[in-house]
């Protein structure tokens, strides 16, 4: 996948939200819940291991009028960013 989008930089999270060893569609939907917690403009990690989340995730964001800052790629797992809408 050549369109993954890595995350600038000097991103720092407001929230973290530790979804490594849950499958799919747990990850999204601890995702949802977590980013209501957050005030407009706040930003949230989610750190994960199920690979779906790389495509599970952007899409959200997408529909939900959130902003998908990117990921990073960790040692045995991915940290997402999104930026509450």
């Not at 060893?21 to 706040?42: H, Q, V």
């Amino acid at each position: 996948m050549s369109d993954i989008k890595k995350v600038a930089d000097g991103v720092t999270a407001n929230s973290v939200l530790d979804a490594k060893g849950l499958s799919c569609p747990m990850p999204l939907l601890r995702t949802k819940k977590e980013i209501g917690k957050l005030a407009g403009g706040e930003i949230l990690q989610v750190d994960g291991t199920d690979p779906g989340s790389r495509n599970d995730i952007p899409g959200w964001c997408e529909r939900a009028g959130h902003e998908y800052l990117g990921e990073k790629e960790e040692s045995g797992y991915f940290s997402f960013f999104i930026k509450k809408g």
